[in-house]
């Protein structure tokens, strides 16, 4: 059964950076648009970054020119750098393929904290 395993969450002030990784184990998602995924506090989950290849990346508004994701096939893994990290940036940061039926059952995600 797939597994996703994330990591690298923490507490930065505003301004901070982090590097988010997402090790995919059980089968490869290396063909399967892979997406970040957050969810604060009272609000849905939401999508924020999603890749196929280098040259195939989607972004959301919130996040457009702060965050960069980034994948390596080879190890089964997918990134989320974050730069210029904001307060509203606060949540359980989550991966998983993108459609549906692709999407292996949710991991424990990775908390991360922004201070003012």
């Known amino acids: 059964q797939a597994q996703l395993v994330e990591s690298g969450g923490g507490s930065v002030q505003a301004g901070g950076s982090l590097r988010l990784s997402c090790a995919a184990s059980g089968r490869s998602f290396s063909s399967i648009t892979m997406g970040w995924y957050r969810q604060a506090p009272g609000k849905e989950r939401e999508l924020v970054a999603s890749i196929l290849s280098l040259s195939s990346t989607n972004y959301a508004d919130s996040v457009k020119g702060r965050f960069t994701i980034s994948r390596d096939n080879a190890k089964n893994t997918v990134y989320l750098q974050m730069n210029s990290l904001k307060p509203e940036d606060t949540a359980v940061y989550y991966c998983?393929?993108?459609?549906?039926?692709?999407?292996?059952?949710w991991g424990q995600g990775t908390q991360v904290t922004v201070s003012s």
């Open positions: 998983n393929a993108v459609q549906t039926p692709f999407r292996a059952q």
